[in-house]
């Protein structure tokens, strides 16, 4: 099972909004309305921000949305701010009980 | 208080075997269905195990395939990874997870702090 393919760095300015995308093919993203997206700031564990595509769970700021077309998910932060510098990654379910990573985007800050 | 915390990680030799804990707390432990997500140095994420709320079932990646053996105890709220014939490249931190809420599956919500495995001579 090969990871899910996202670029590896994006950037942005305070208040401005970014997009991650996160490709994969039709037996994993395409296949199931299952993507989650993680972000883990350095040294710590990996923290669930968006399940179902475009689920948030309690707590998770409504400044973080996600999205799905085709074999490509998306994950947008408007209104970025300095806490959301950190590595982002996406996941699918990829059937039979398995899961695929994507590779993960360091988002920047500037 | 609801967490997970692993153990067991350490300097391992290559060919050697090594089993991890994740120790569970503050939630029904018994009806989540629980992953192992591991971490190699400056790298991504990798899905490695699942075992099914009640142990019924486990599945592997295929980079795992053969080596690894995960299982719970459900009289002390702990899930375990049994790896054998480490490799150099299963360096890695190691993190459990619990799959899912009480409404819903198919993503890791709650996350260990891991522990980390180093395969070396």
């Known amino acids: 099972q090969s990871a899910l393919t996202q670029p590896a760095s994006v950037s942005g300015s305070p208040g401005q909004s970014i997009t991650i995308s996160c490709t994969g093919t039709?037996?994993?993203?395409?296949?199931?309305?299952?993507v989650s997206w993680y972000h883990q700031h350095p040294g710590k564990a990996p923290k669930l921000i968006i399940f179902e595509v475009n689920n948030r769970p309690s707590g998770v700021s409504d400044r973080f949305s996600g999205s799905k077309s085709g074999n490509t998910a998306s994950l947008t932060i408007s209104g970025l701010q300095a806490e959301d510098e950190a590595d982002y990654y996406c996941c699918s379910y990829a059937g039979s009980s398995t899961y695929v990573f994507g590779s993960g985007t360091k988002v920047t800050v500037l | 208080q609801v967490q997970l915390v692993e153990s067991g990680g350490g300097v391992v030799q290559p060919g050697r075997s090594v089993r991890l804990s994740c120790a569970a707390s503050?939630?029904?432990?018994?009806?989540?269905?629980m992953h192992w997500v591991r971490q190699a140095p400056g790298k991504g994420l990798e899905w490695v195990a699942i075992i099914s709320y009640d142990g019924s079932f486990q599945f592997y990646a295929d980079s795992v395939k053969g080596r690894i053996s995960v299982s719970r105890d459900k009289s002390n709220n702990t899930l375990y990874l049994q790896m054998n014939s480490l490799r150099v490249e299963d360096t890695a931190i190691y993190y459990c997870?619990?799959?899912?809420?009480?409404?819903?599956?198919?993503?890791?919500?709650?996350w260990g702090q891991g522990t980390l495995v180093t395969v070396s001579s």
């Open positions: 503050g939630f029904p432990f018994n009806t989540y269905s």
């Open positions: 997870a619990t799959e899912g809420n009480l409404h819903t599956r198919y993503f890791f919500d709650l």
């Open positions: 039709s037996s994993d993203v395409g296949a199931y309305n299952l």
